[in-house]
């Protein structure tokens, strides 16, 4: 049965009904592309946050040393990230 739906289009003098199954399988593809589309989007949107997150962080960093009155005050900076809640112990 399906070689013979098969040569269907291969048999068949008129074009329309191999056109018409183009015509689905590119919709399917279409289909298929957008879908994939929207995932990128949003996976290009997650990034975008995290990318938003991240750079975030090191500003408030940055901060904290450049407003420390000694750059080299290691406990200082510790504590200020710390109560910022940007950098967690492991206790």
């Known amino acids: 049965m399906r ?3 098969s040569a269907i289009n291969d048999l068949t003098i ?3 009904q191999r056109l018409q199954q183009e ?4 919709k399917e ?12 989007d949003t996976e290009i949107l997650d990034i975008k946050q995290k990318y938003e997150e991240i750079n975030s962080t090191l500003q408030d960093i940055l ?6 009155e ?5 406990n200082r900076i510790a504590q200020q990230l710390i109560l910022k809640g940007i950098y967690k112990t492991n206790q």
């Open 3 to 5: 070689g013979y739906i």
């Open 14 to 16: 008129d074009e329309s």
């Open 23 to 26: 015509l689905i399988e590119l």
């Open 29 to 40: 593809s279409g289909d298929q592309i957008q879908k994939l589309r929207k995932e990128k």
């Open 63 to 68: 901060t904290i040393i450049s407003n420390s």
């Open 70 to 74: 000694q750059h080299f005050d290691r």
